[in-house]
């Protein structure tokens, strides 16, 4: 399948390097400022040594990678809330052109899900969008597979730099701000880590979740009930596993609401992942619980599951 890459970061990065082992060619790449189009395919290793050396990945218009001929435009950019542009306005861009659409930008399918389904129905092109939740995992498909009229709940833990943070508070006794600044001097924090320490990230993927779950699209993230873990002190931590326990960001999505915040689980049980790997579990009415786990973020992770999606489209 021919694809045209809408961002230039991590994910789309690898979305580049990665397509040709999944036996699909990548025709045309966009950063903020430049783009490469190449109808016959684009050679990754010449378009990333650019990117590196120059700080674009190509001398053409960013809107001509919007305009080359492909099957399925990739949607890499970063996330934005609110109106969710300019991501959104790209999807239903490529629907019109009757284009397939593969998203790892959780914006648009969380805060204009059902104008995202809506302007799906008039186009021959399906949108799809499990590198939204949880990178690798395929918590999306499976949710999908089982149809979402037998999944009452999907829950986990699904910010790795919030759990990182929390694993170490316990692990070393130390405090949220020494270990956020650990954090960022290892780059699992950003500088700005409101996104992740808020829990936004987090609700972001299971109002996605609950979106799937309902079908009706009538979530954002204005409904979600969100706490973070900046007001979590180490001593709660360590009252905690005295009694054998632990603290996690959890959240939550049903097809009733939404809900993250720090919950006391048993430090020996299912959810209670360290470091930055995630894990969604689901309840099914009829095959019990799911538990999924593995790495929920990083490029060649997040990319899998962008190429998962483009193949289901084939």
């Known amino acids: ?18 397509a040709g082992e999944y036996d699909h060619s990548v025709v045309a790449i966009a950063d903020s400022q430049s783009a490469a189009v190449n109808p016959a ?54 629907l019109e052109r009757d284009r397939h659409v593969v998203l790892a930008n959780k914006g648009p399918v969380a805060e204009r899900y059902g104008e995202l389904r809506a302007a799906e129905r008039e186009s021959a092109g399906k949108i799809r969008f499990e590198a939204t939740v949880g990178g690798a ?5 499976t949710i999908e597979d089982f149809g979402p009229g037998h999944i009452t709940a999907a829950r986990g833990v699904l910010n790795g730099t919030a759990n990182f943070i929390l694993t170490r508070m316990a692990a070393e006794g130390l405090d949220y701000e020494h270990v956020l600044a650990e954090a960022q001097d290892l780059g699992v924090a950003e500088a700005d880590p409101s996104f ?49 326990q632990t603290v996690r960001l959890i959240g939550e999505a049903t097809r009733e609401g939404v809900r993250v915040g720090p919950r006391l689980i048993p430090e020996n049980g299912t959810l209670a992942v360290s470091g930055t790997r995630n894990i969604v579990q689901i309840e099914t009415t009829h095959a019990g619980r799911l538990n999924l786990s593995g790495r929920g973020a990083g490029g060649p992770e997040t990319a899998t599951a962008v190429l998962s999606d483009v193949g289901r489209l084939g």
């Open 1 to 18: 399948m021919r694809l045209a890459v809408v961002g230039a970061g991590a994910v789309g990065r690898s979305v580049l390097d990665l």
């Open 41 to 94: 395919g684009l050679d990754a290793e010449t378009v990333l040594a650019r990117k590196d050396e120059e700080g674009r990945v190509g001398s053409a218009d960013p809107d001509e990678a919007l305009d080359a001929e492909y099957d399925a435009l990739v949607e890499v950019t970063p996330t934005t809330l609110g109106d969710a542009e300019p991501g959104f306005s790209h999807v239903v861009g490529a």
């Open 137 to 141: 995992i395929p918590a999306i498909s």
């Open 196 to 244: 992740d320490v808020q829990g936004t990230d987090a609700a972001l993927k299971c109002v996605i979740m609950a979106n799937v779950l309902s079908g009706n699209g009538e979530f954002t993230l204005a409904d979600a009930e969100v706490e973070g873990i900046e007001g979590v002190p180490g001593s709660a931590l360590e009252l905690a596993a005295e009694d054998g």
